[in-house]
C-alpha cells in the first residue's frame, strides 16, 4: 500500500494567517496517504501546525526588511535557514513537496537536490504575476528563480491544464501533473439562509492587495449606488491596502454603505457568506480560490475574473458570472447584471451542487493518490500494486 511507503518532506516559506487553510487541506490529504510525514514552514504556519502529532513539524522565521537592501539579505538568509534542517529530513522522507512559495526557494531546492532528494513543486499561484500585479520591482529576478526551480523540479503540479499556458510552463509540459488539493466541509460550508431572505449585500472577502483588485472593487462601489441605492458592500480581509481602503471610503463619504470587518476566521466565514446576495472576486491573478467554493457551497453567487482555474469551475450565467476584465467600471457594471438576474437563485442552486460533487475529501484524496502512486512507482520508491 501507498500509505505504507510514501515518506514525503513538505516545505513551504513561512507562511500569513491566509495561508493555513491551503496547507491545511494538503497535509490533511498527505495524512490518508502516509505515516511519515515532515513539514518546515514558518510564522503563523509554524505555530499552526507544531501541535501536531501525526507531523514532525520545523519552523523558520520570516521578517519582511524596511527597504530593498534589507529585504533581499533576510530573504536570502531566510533561505539559508531551510538548508539545515533539509540536510537533516533527507535521511527520513523520500522525496520533497515545495509548496506555498515554494516556487522561487531555489536554496532550498538545490540542497534538497545535493541530497539525493526528488522535488515536487506544487503551483498554488503564480507568485511572478502577484509582484508583477503589485508593481515590484523584484518580479523579473523572481521570475528567474521560478524558471531555475521549474528545471531542477522533477515534477510540477498544477490545478487546471490552463495554469500552464498562463504561468508560461509550456517548456515544462512533460513534467506536469493536474489535480486540485482542495476539499470543503460541506456541514460547515452549507445554506443557512435561502439567498431569497437575504439583503443586498454584495461582499469582498481576501486579501487587501493589488493582485485581488481591492481598490478596483471599492471604486466600483459609488457606480454600483448610481443605480441600485439600497445595495449595500461588506469587506473581510486584511493587507496592506487596506488604509488606503479605509482612507477612499471616508473620502468619498461610503462609510454608511461599506462594512470593513478586517479578518475573518476561518470558521466564522459561513456566516457572513450566508449574508452575501453576491460575492466579488476581481483578481488579476489566481490559482484556484478557496472563498470561491466556499461561497458557492453556502448557496451564495460569484462574480470573479476569468483568471487561473476559475473559468473551469464558473460558467458565466450558469455556476456563476465572469468578468471580462478588472476596471471599476466592468465591476460595477456586472454587479448590476448579476443582481438584476432573473434565475440568480437557480445560479446559486447549480454552483452548489457543482462543488458539492467535485471538491469532496474524497475526490482530492483520489487524485492525488494517484498522482504519488505514479511518481513514486517512476521513482522507483515502491512496487507496483
Given at each position: 500500500?501507498?500509505?505504507n511507503?510514501l515518506?514525503?518532506?513538505v516545505?513551504t516559506f513561512?507562511?500569513?494567517a491566509s495561508?493555513?487553510?491551503?496547507?491545511?487541506n494538503?497535509?490533511?490529504i498527505?495524512?490518508?496517504?502516509?505515516f511519515?510525514?515532515t513539514l518546515?514552514?514558518?510564522?503563523?504556519?509554524y505555530?499552526?501546525?507544531?501541535?501536531?502529532?501525526?507531523?514532525?513539524?520545523?519552523g523558520?522565521?520570516h521578517k519582511?526588511g524596511?527597504?530593498?537592501?534589507?529585504?533581499?539579505?533576510?530573504?536570502?538568509?531566510?533561505?539559508l535557514?531551510?538548508?539545515?534542517?533539509?540536510?537533516?529530513m533527507?535521511?527520513?522522507v523520500?522525496f520533497?513537496?515545495?509548496?506555498?512559495g515554494?516556487?522561487?526557494?531555489v536554496?532550498?531546492?538545490?540542497?534538497?537536490?545535493?541530497?539525493g532528494?526528488?522535488?515536487?513543486?506544487?503551483f498554488?499561484?503564480s507568485s511572478?504575476?502577484v509582484?508583477k500585479?503589485?508593481?515590484?520591482?523584484?518580479?523579473?529576478?523572481?521570475?528567474?528563480?521560478?524558471?531555475?526551480n521549474?528545471?531542477?523540479s522533477n515534477?510540477?503540479i498544477l490545478y487546471s491544464?490552463?495554469?500552464?499556458?498562463?504561468?508560461?510552463?509550456e517548456?515544462?509540459?512533460?513534467?506536469?501533473?493536474v489535480?486540485?488539493?482542495?476539499?470543503l466541509?460541506?456541514n460547515?460550508?452549507k445554506v443557512?439562509?435561502?439567498?431569497?431572505?437575504?439583503?443586498?449585500?454584495v461582499g469582498?472577502?481576501?486579501?487587501?492587495?493589488?493582485?485581488?483588485?481591492a481598490l478596483?472593487?471599492?471604486?466600483a462601489?459609488?457606480?454600483v449606488l448610481e443605480?441600485?441605492?439600497?445595495v449595500?458592500f461588506?469587506?473581510?480581509?486584511d493587507?496592506?491596502?487596506?488604509?488606503s481602503?479605509?482612507?477612499?471610503v471616508?473620502?468619498k463619504?461610503?462609510?454608511h454603505?461599506?462594512k470593513?470587518?478586517?479578518?475573518?476566521?476561518?470558521?466564522?466565514?459561513?456566516i457572513?457568506?450566508?449574508?452575501?446576495k453576491?460575492l466579488?472576486l476581481?483578481s488579476?491573478?489566481?490559482g484556484?480560490?478557496?472563498?470561491m467554493l466556499?461561497?458557492?457551497?453556502?448557496?451564495?453567487p460569484?462574480l470573479?475574473?476569468s483568471?487561473g482555474?476559475i473559468?473551469?469551475?464558473i460558467?458565466?450565467?450558469?455556476?456563476?458570472?465572469?468578468l471580462?476584465?478588472?476596471?471599476p467600471?466592468?465591476?460595477?457594471?456586472n454587479i448590476?447584471?448579476?443582481?438584476?438576474?432573473p434565475?440568480?437563485?437557480r445560479?446559486?442552486?447549480?454552483a452548489?451542487?457543482f462543488?458539492?460533487?467535485?471538491f469532496?475529501?474524497?475526490?482530492a484524496?483520489k487524485?492525488?493518490k494517484k498522482i504519488?502512486?505514479y511518481?513514486?512507482l517512476r521513482w522507483g520508491?515502491?512496487q507496483k500494486?
Amino acid at each position: 500500500m501507498i500509505k505504507n511507503h510514501l515518506k514525503v518532506g513538505v516545505v513551504t516559506f513561512p507562511i500569513h494567517a491566509s495561508g493555513i487553510t491551503p496547507l491545511s487541506n494538503l497535509l490533511s490529504i498527505l495524512k490518508t496517504l502516509s505515516f511519515n510525514i515532515t513539514l518546515i514552514t514558518g510564522n503563523s504556519g509554524y505555530s499552526f501546525f507544531r501541535g501536531d502529532r501525526q507531523i514532525y513539524t520545523y519552523g523558520v522565521e520570516h521578517k519582511e526588511g524596511k527597504n530593498v537592501f534589507d529585504r533581499i539579505l533576510k530573504y536570502v538568509f531566510t533561505q539559508l535557514k531551510f538548508c539545515p534542517i533539509l540536510i537533516k529530513m533527507s535521511k527520513t522522507v523520500d522525496f520533497f513537496m515545495f509548496f506555498q512559495g515554494g516556487q522561487d526557494l531555489v536554496i532550498p531546492m538545490l540542497t534538497a537536490k545535493l541530497c539525493g532528494k526528488k522535488v515536487v513543486l506544487l503551483f498554488e499561484g503564480s507568485s511572478v504575476e502577484v509582484r508583477k500585479a503589485r508593481r515590484d520591482p523584484f518580479f523579473k529576478p523572481l521570475r528567474l528563480l521560478v524558471i531555475i526551480n521549474c528545471i531542477f523540479s522533477n515534477a510540477i503540479i498544477l490545478y487546471s491544464e490552463r495554469l500552464i499556458k498562463e504561468y508560461g510552463l509550456e517548456r515544462y509540459r512533460k513534467k506536469i501533473l493536474v489535480a486540485a488539493r482542495h476539499f470543503l466541509d460541506f456541514n460547515k460550508f452549507k445554506v443557512k439562509k435561502q439567498l431569497s431572505q437575504r439583503d443586498e449585500i454584495v461582499g469582498y472577502i481576501g486579501r487587501l492587495c493589488e493582485e485581488r483588485g481591492a481598490l478596483e472593487f471599492i471604486k466600483a462601489v459609488p457606480k454600483v449606488l448610481e443605480k441600485r441605492e439600497k445595495v449595500t458592500f461588506l469587506i473581510g480581509g486584511d493587507g496592506h491596502l487596506r488604509n488606503s481602503i479605509e482612507k477612499h471610503v471616508n473620502n468619498k463619504h461610503l462609510n454608511h454603505k461599506i462594512k470593513i470587518l478586517g479578518w475573518i476566521p476561518h470558521d466564522r466565514l459561513p456566516i457572513y457568506l450566508n449574508e452575501l446576495k453576491l460575492l466579488v472576486l476581481p483578481s488579476y491573478t489566481e490559482g484556484l480560490p478557496n472563498i470561491m467554493l466556499e461561497a458557492m457551497a453556502c448557496g451564495t453567487p460569484v462574480l470573479a475574473a476569468s483568471v487561473g482555474s476559475i473559468p473551469d469551475i464558473i460558467s458565466d450565467d450558469h455556476t456563476g458570472f465572469l468578468l471580462k476584465e478588472n476596471s471599476p467600471e466592468c465591476i460595477a457594471e456586472n454587479i448590476l447584471r448579476a443582481l438584476k438576474y432573473p434565475h440568480l437563485q437557480r445560479v446559486a442552486v447549480k454552483a452548489r451542487d457543482f462543488v458539492e460533487i467535485n471538491f469532496t475529501y474524497a475526490t482530492a484524496v483520489k487524485q492525488y493518490k494517484k498522482i504519488l502512486y505514479y511518481l513514486m512507482l517512476r521513482w522507483g520508491l515502491c512496487q507496483k500494486e
